[in-house]
């Protein structure tokens, strides 16, 4: 049998493969290994200038935060000095006297009213002056009708001071059928609720700082003996309420 020639592959050498081109302007950087061949100004990547943006705000509200806590602890010291200081104690006041100048009912079912009435008010504190300003109201309410109204008088009341105050009020209202009915059968049984209110500015004055105005609302619920004019009127009960409204 025949030999055949056999041809067998040989392994040629291939040559390395040649590196990418780099532009002339990144050979010699220094950065130019470390970032991959990249410039080495390039931009910052969009995420990363909405991070800082949150970073700053989140650096504003929480020094906002802080100013708020240090402001609130900062007031609340000062109110404790102050309380400790001067004691404050809530004023008092008392109706003592009602005189019924005039009262009537026509036939349209108007009242007309004029009362006087004679108001008691006591500081008790050592160290706290009270200023009672102008724009006051204080009126003579049945039910929830008013019958008459005047105003608390401007004036200053020092350390415990009791000052008594000769207040009239007068207006006229309209009643209807089944107040007017309610009001006619408390004066025949001789007891005839009345409530007095009182809605007066006042600033408040600690040794020499004299704070901001407040108001100050009163309310005194009276049970009179009659509404008549000329008739001796006696209180037959009095309850008296005080607060202020910052």
């Known amino acids: 049998m025949a030999d055949h020639q056999r041809i067998h592959p040989v392994d040629v050498e291939r040559p390395p493969p040649s590196a990418p081109a780099v532009p002339d302007a990144f050979l010699g950087s220094d950065k130019t290994e470390e970032a991959g061949l990249l410039p080495p100004n390039r931009p910052a990547s ?12 989140c650096r504003c509200l929480c020094w906002t935060v802080v100013a708020v806590v240090v402001v609130i602890v900062l007031l609340a010291a000062t109110v404790g000095i102050l309380y ?6 809530i004023p008092k006041y008392s109706v003592n006297r009602l005189t019924v100048t005039a009262f009537s009912v026509d036939a349209n079912l108007t009242a007309r009213a004029t009362f006087n009435v004679t108001v008691t ?9 009270i200023y009672y300003d102008d724009g006051s109201d204080i009126g003579a309410w049945y039910e929830n009708t008013k019958l008459c109204n005047g105003t608390f008088p401007e004036f200053y ?3 415990r001071n009791t000052t008594v105050l000769g207040i009239m009020l007068s207006g006229e209202a309209r009643l ?5 009915s309610a009001l006619q059968q408390a004066e025949a049984e001789g007891s005839v609720p009345i409530t007095v209110r009182v809605d007066v500015p006042v600033q408040i004055k600690f ?3 004299k704070l901001w105005r407040m108001t100050g609302k ?5 049970v009179l003996s009659s509404l008549s004019a000329g ?4 209180i037959k009960s009095s309850s008296c309420h005080f607060k202020l409204k910052l």
Do not use: M, Y
Request: aromatic share 4%; proline share 6%; glycine share 10%.
């Open 46 to 57: 969009s995420a990363e200038v909405p991070r800082k943006k949150r970073n700053r705000c």
């Open 84 to 89: 400790l200081v001067f004691r404050p104690k």
């Open 121 to 129: 008010a006591w500081n008790p504190n050592k160290k706290i002056g």
């Open 157 to 159: 009341q020092g350390h």
């Open 176 to 180: 209807q059928g089944e107040l007017l």
């Open 207 to 209: 040794g020499a700082v």
């Open 218 to 222: 009163g309310t005194c619920d009276l």
């Open 231 to 234: 008739d001796e009127i006696s």
